[in-house]
C-alpha cells in the first residue's frame, strides 16, 4: 500500500493569496498523481491529473508540480470559490489511495 | 457529456447487505474503469474497488475483500457495487467514478448514495 501524507490539513487563507498543498508519498509514483476538489454535499471534481495537466475547464490559477515521491498543488490567486477541501491520489499501484484532505478556510 | 447517476439512499440493519447502481449515459461505457470510492460521514475518501466492463474484472482493496462485490452489465451501461456483512462503521455516502483516459483518476463521478446502517 502506497501511503500518502497531505499537508496542511487545515490553511487559513485571504482571497487573493497564493497557496500551496502538499502530498508526499511513501514510496515513487512516477507522476500517476492527481488532485481533487470537493466542496460540501458535492462529489469530488478533478483539478489536475499525470501531476501536472490541467483537467478541462478548470481556471489556470490551478497548476500542479512534482514527481516521485513529492508533489504540489498551488493555487495562485485565491478565490472565493476555491474555499473547499482538496485531495491528492495516487493511480500508480493497487489499491487507489487518496491523502488525507486540506480544507482550505477563510481567514 | 458524460453523466453517472446512482440509485437513491439507503437504510441497512447491520448484518445485512446493500446494493448500489450506477447508470451511465454519454459516453462509452464498457471501456473506462468505474471505481466506486466512499466517504464516511466528515471524514475523507476511501477507494473501495474497481472494475473494467468490457473485460469483467474486478480489483478490490484489501480491507474490503470478501465483503465487496463490483460488477458491470454492459447491456444497461449500469454498474454495481454490493457490501454485505453491514456494520456501523460503513455509514457512509457511496460514490462512483470513472476512470479518465489516461489512468485511473476519476473524472466524473455519480452523485453519491447515503447508505446509513443502523439498528
Known amino acids: 500500500v502506497i501511503w500518502m501524507t497531505q499537508s496542511p490539513s487545515l490553511l487559513s487563507a485571504s482571497t487573493g493569496d497564493r497557496v500551496t498543498i502538499s502530498c508526499r508519498m511513501s514510496q515513487g509514483i512516477s507522476s500517476y498523481l492527481a488532485w481533487y476538489q470537493q466542496k460540501p454535499g458535492k462529489a469530488p471534481e478533478l483539478l489536475i491529473y499525470?501531476?501536472?495537466t490541467l483537467q478541462s475547464g478548470v481556471p489556470s490559477r490551478f497548476s500542479g508540480s512534482g514527481s516521485g515521491t513529492d508533489f504540489t498543488l498551488t493555487i495562485s490567486c485565491l478565490q472565493s470559490e476555491d474555499f473547499a477541501t482538496y485531495y491528492c491520489q495516487q493511480y500508480y499501484s493497487f489499491p487507489r489511495t487518496f491523502g488525507q484532505g486540506t480544507k482550505v478556510e477563510i481567514k | 457529456q458524460v453523466q453517472l447517476v446512482q440509485s437513491g439512499a439507503e437504510v441497512k440493519k447491520p448484518g445485512s447487505s446493500v446494493k448500489v447502481s450506477c447508470k451511465a449515459s454519454g459516453g462509452t461505457f464498457s471501456s473506462y474503469a468505474i471505481s466506486w470510492v466512499r466517504q464516511a460521514p466528515g471524514q475523507g475518501l476511501e477507494w473501495m474497488g474497481r472494475i473494467i466492463p468490457i473485460l469483467g474484472i474486478a480489483n478490490y482493496a484489501q480491507k474490503f475483500q470478501g465483503r465487496v462485490t463490483i460488477t458491470a452489465d454492459k447491456s444497461t451501461s449500469t454498474a454495481y457495487m454490493e457490501l454485505s456483512s453491514l456494520r456501523s462503521e460503513d455509514t457512509a455516502v457511496y460514490y462512483c467514478a470513472r476512470a479518465g483516459d489516461g489512468g485511473d483518476y476519476f473524472d466524473y463521478w455519480g452523485q453519491g448514495t447515503l447508505v446509513t446502517v443502523s439498528s
Open positions: 499525470a501531476a501536472s
